[in-house]
């Protein structure tokens, strides 16, 4: 019992630091994700608006370089047009666009940029990209599951499993069963 | 510490690949042999598509802003769009993808709408578009058809 003991402990030292930059990636991203009906947790957007000279409802062929003249944009920069309505054009742009009302001139400027950081975090902590981060993300939720079985067996007495460990191991077995069980029976 | 420094080595290229992967302008599983239907000829007629795997191709005009979760890609008809929607996280279509030309694919649905849902929906739309919403404006109920999207490939005009 003492070499098992010793081997968690090893197990549990070696795999905590590992997962240090994993566990600080997934919970903060965790937090943002969270509240995603609040906020865009990987988008900064703005939203202004604009106006220009009407154009009037004319054929898009006609409209459109108006348009772009009127917005002091230059052909290179517009990734593509699209007539949405008769009276509405939008422009896009590499991160963001504009949207007008070719018979009123009012329009409205969109833009947006990655969140730093965050973008990035989320972008692991969803698996975005699938691929080799699946690997990954596998082996780190393994390796919680090692630190969370081995956690328990560090210390022995009245601070260990049969003692306040105990209950605070208890204690978190509950909520998500309780939760669970709500959940199940109220939805 | 020989077996660190080539441990950290590994991890280190994995996540370097797999950051790498991430660039990718395939989404979800892409696409593959189902033909192509001009999103027009989709619209004239939505009701003999339904059922059907297809695959559609338009330039991308609007962007799922909460969750990325769906594409509306522009018809050959002036203010004609299909939407594709994909399932919540699965696929995210991020913002950058809009004046993209995208071909998705996936499965034609129609989905028969209440007259509350489809009021709600008029509303909604009347707010994107900046108009004020009558609700008695609405008399009948709504079909709403999309593309239920299993993949797209999104390319830089």
Known sequence: MRDFRKVCWTLHREIGFLVVGLTIVYAISGIAVNHAHHWDANYARVSEPVRIEPTGAGPTAEVEPLVLERLGLERAQVKTTWRASPEVLQVFLEGGGYEVNLVTGDGVRKGFRPRPLLFDLNFMHLNTGKGPWTVIADVYAGLLVVLALTGPLLVRGRKGLAGRGGVLMGVGIVLPVVYAIVMRFTR | ?157
């Not at chain 2, 395939?26 to 027009?40: E, H, I, L, R, W």
């Not at chain 2, 979760?69 to 809009?98: H, Y």
Request: hydrophobic share 40%.
């Open chain 2, 1 to 157: 510490m020989r077996t660190m420094v080539l441990i950290v080595t590994l991890v280190a290229t994995l996540a370097a690949s797999a950051a790498l992967a991430g660039e990718t302008k395939t989404y979800g599983k892409g696409v593959a042999g189902a033909d192509t239907v001009k999103v027009s000829d989709l619209l004239a007629n939505p009701e003999a598509w339904v059922g059907k795997t297809i695959r559609v191709q338009g330039k991308a005009v609007g962007v799922c802003e909460h969750r990325g979760c769906w594409v509306n890609l522009a018809s050959d008809v002036e203010g004609q769009t299909v939407r594709v929607k994909v399932k919540d996280g699965e696929i995210v279509f991020p913002p950058a993808m809009q004046g993209d030309m995208v071909i998705a694919e996936g499965v034609w649905t129609a989905n028969q709408l209440d007259m509350e849902t489809t009021k709600k929906v008029c509303e909604h739309q009347a707010k994107e578009k900046g108009e004020t919403f009558d609700p008695n404006s609405v008399t009948s109920c709504m079909t709403l058809y999309q593309l239920s999207g299993t993949g797209a490939v999104a390319t830089k005009n």
